[in-house]
């Protein structure tokens, strides 16, 4: 399945430039938005979350600097600045507010279809390494962190918030023997004084949803003492 194209938001008032920049893009592969104003850039960032985007930093209703830095409050998308300044502390305040690159108008094509390219390239880099950190996998469980949910050989076991969140403690200390008061202290962030089953039941449930086709990995228990994850046979 090849990959979807990716979604390059240009906001620029000039639309004869515009036109040229999104014709380029879009010969590259890339699905272009274009907006010519800071509001209609806030509508297209807010409802079709662009991979890229290139702004214009004298836009009729405002600072593309100013809204560069808006935008950095929720997305990491690269940004390229397009101006016409070329005063080198105009282009520190671009930096500052969150840019990522700037090229001064008017420039060669092929170097803007470069700095794209690389641009784009460099994000996809940082995506994969942020997506591999957020995922655990031992034998075929994989636990995604930022949807927090677990699957056993691609299978989604369906966990609750509270069961995901025990399987991760326990998968994070890996080989070690954890109490019951210390799991339900982390999980439940209070003391087990009036609920001394709640974590027995919770292990009970997980390991019937993980099931047994676990290459090994699975979760021991030690009555009265706590649980372990270990892979057996080893």
């Known amino acids: 399945m090849s990959e979807p194209a990716p979604v390059i938001l ?22 272009v938005i274009v907006a010519d104003s ?20 004298a836009l009729p ?19 390229l600045f397009l101006t016409g300044l070329t005063d080198t502390a105009d282009k520190l305040k671009g930096y500052d507010s969150g840019g990522d ?12 279809t470069a700095v794209v390219n690389s641009m784009l390239r460099r994000a996809k880099q ?41 399987l991760l403690m326990l998968v994070q200390n890996e080989g070690r023997e954890l109490a019951s008061e210390r799991i339900y202290s982390s999980v439940w962030g209070a003391t087990m004084n009036n609920d001394p089953n709640a974590v027995r039941l919770q292990i009970s449930r997980l ?12 979760i021991f228990t030690e009555y009265g003492k706590g649980y372990t994850f270990i892979k057996f046979g080893e």
């Open 10 to 31: 240009i906001v620029e008032d000039d639309h004869g430039l515009a036109r040229i920049n999104a014709r380029i893009l879009k010969r590259r592969g890339c699905a």
């Open 38 to 57: 800071a509001k209609t850039a806030r509508q297209a960032v807010s409802e079709k979350k662009p991979d890229m985007l290139i702004l214009d930093v």
């Open 61 to 79: 209703d405002g600072d593309g600097r100013a809204l560069c830095e808006e935008f950095r409050q929720f997305t990491n998308a690269p940004v």
């Open 101 to 112: 690159y700037y090229l001064t108008k008017p420039y060669d094509s092929d170097e803007f």
């Open 126 to 166: 940082v995506k994969k390494m942020i997506a591999e950190a957020s995922v655990i996998k031992r034998g075929p469980i994989t636990l995604n962190l930022p949807e927090s949910k677990a699957t056993v050989n691609g299978r989604d076991a369906e966990l609750t918030p509270k069961e995901f969140a025990v």
């Open 207 to 218: 390991k019937k949803k993980l099931g047994e086709d676990t290459d090994g990995f699975a």
